[in-house]
């Protein structure tokens, strides 16, 4: 494991090890306080997100600031990072052999931020960090302890975006998170 942050960060912007790389405009590494015990994972960059370099800057990040201000958090007090850190072309699912190149990019984060909850956003990210038989429908909102870490699947906010009706059961899940900020007494300051 690589234990400097910017080592890692050089590391893997300069990373080639999938066809990912060569399509790429940005590699989005993250965006956050690295101290920050909250960790948001997505499975992957969008079209914004790979021209402007940063995680959720596009319609989705909108809804995902807006859920984050509900609780009284900013992208500034978590940190944000994605499974694979290269946009998948046509904003496609990013392939099985994809994300095994890229997760260890995402291991070395946790390892370094040392979270204490993790919230997937969507079904690839929890099924990949989760649990792969997770049914996001079924188990969003739902805490898991792994290993000494709180872990939410939610829905991804692309998703909401495309059906609204689920906007409420979104907003559910992260009144969910922050009763559960407030049990372990996480300092969001």
């Avoid at 893997?12 to 940005?26: D, E």
């Avoid at 015990?37 to 989705?60: A, C, M, N, T």
């Avoid at 984050?68 to 052999?97: F, G, H, M, S, W």
């Avoid at 890229?102 to 040392?114: A, G, P, S, T, V």
Wanted: aromatic share 8%; glycine share 6%.
């Amino acid at each position: 494991m690589i234990t400097n942050w910017k080592e890692l960060e050089f590391r893997c912007k300069n990373c080639t090890k999938c066809g990912l790389a060569k399509t790429r405009t940005s590699v989005v590494f993250g965006y956050g306080d690295v101290s920050s015990k909250i960790l948001f994972v997505g499975e992957g960059p969008g079209f914004h997100e790979d021209v402007q370099g940063k995680p959720f800057v596009g319609r989705s990040g909108k809804l995902l600031d807006a859920m984050l201000e509900e609780i009284n958090l900013t992208r500034e007090k978590v940190y944000i990072a994605n499974i694979v850190k290269c946009r998948p072309p046509e904003n496609r699912d990013p392939l099985p052999e994809e994300q095994e190149l890229c997760i260890n990019w995402l291991r070395n984060q946790f390892y370094i931020i040392k979270p204490k909850i993790v919230v997937a956003l969507g079904r690839i990210a929890a099924l990949k960090i989760i649990d792969p038989d997770l049914k996001i429908t079924k188990d969003h909102g739902k805490f898991l302890m792994k290993k000494g870490t709180w872990f939410m699947p939610t829905l991804h906010p692309a998703a909401v975006l495309r059906n609204m009706s689920k906007k409420a059961e979104y907003q559910e899940d992260f009144k969910k998170l922050n009763s559960k900020i407030e049990e372990l007494g996480i300092d969001i300051l």
